[in-house]
């Protein structure tokens, strides 16, 4: 028989992909952040941001980003983004632990691609890219954090990602790059598919 403790996590993430958020400066270039709470149903990904970040504070003035999905092997790049903050001055609640850093794309070593219908960049070595504007924001956690609702208008994939001959990604050939409580991950082999998937049967094997 299974037993289960009672503990209290000091955080709770589960596993969930990590996505890359481009967003606009006031001055016009480009801020880079990861974000590691994220979920898409149909054509709207929600964004869990905090508060007193400089992601935010560019989406209330200016609601157009990037989500660019990095693949398992870019976790590095996302490490080197992860102690940076594009606001100057730093935060109060962000002091001691983050840096000041104007480029983002230069420290991470990654990037900048000219996106099609928003004004911030993609992410170049991203093999999924989502150009979207901000619908809603609604505040939680006590005023601690926002859940920013996106309406994603354009979707770049890498050629090797796609089915060919459709508009559906190759799970085989794409896996996402999860943070699984502070640790980075890929996923598995598969396991097997839903009842509702369209390319079962269809896609690449991936090599």
């Given at each position: 028989?299974?037993?289960?403790?009672?503990?209290?996590?000091?955080?709770?993430?589960?596993?969930?992909?990590?996505?890359?958020?481009?967003?606009?400066?006031?001055d016009g270039t480009a801020n880079l952040a990861p974000v590691s709470s994220v979920w898409a149903l149909g054509q709207r990904v929600v964004l869990g941001l905090g508060a007193e970040g400089h992601t935010l504070r560019n989406l209330r003035d200016r609601p157009e980003l990037v989500i660019s999905l990095p693949s398992p092997g870019l976790w590095a790049a996302v490490e080197r983004l992860a102690p940076l903050t594009g606001a100057d001055p730093v935060p109060a609640g962000k002091r001691g632990v983050y840096r000041y850093e104007p480029d983002k794309f230069g420290a991470a070593g990654l990037r900048p691609q000219p996106s099609d219908?928003?004004?911030?960049?993609?992410?170049?070595?991203?093999?999924?890219?989502?150009?979207?504007?901000?619908?809603?924001?609604?505040?939680?956690?006590?005023?601690?954090?926002?859940?920013?609702?996106?309406?994603?208008?354009?979707?770049?994939?890498?050629?090797?990602?796609?089915?060919?001959?459709?508009?559906?990604?190759?799970p085989g050939a794409w896996g996402p790059l999860v943070y699984n409580f502070r640790h980075y991950y890929g996923l598995g082999g598969e396991l097997g598919h839903g009842f509702r998937s369209e390319t079962a049967g269809a896609r690449r094997v991936a090599v």
């Open positions: 028989m299974t037993t289960h403790v009672v503990v209290r996590p000091s955080i709770l993430y589960f596993g969930t992909p990590v996505a890359l958020l481009s967003t606009e400066n006031e219908l928003v004004r911030p960049p993609r992410v170049a070595e991203c093999p999924m890219q989502w150009e979207a504007r901000v619908v809603a924001m609604t505040e939680g956690g006590d005023g601690a954090f926002f859940a920013v609702e996106c309406a994603v208008v354009r979707v770049h994939a890498e050629e090797r990602i796609v089915v060919p001959g459709t508009q559906h990604i190759d």
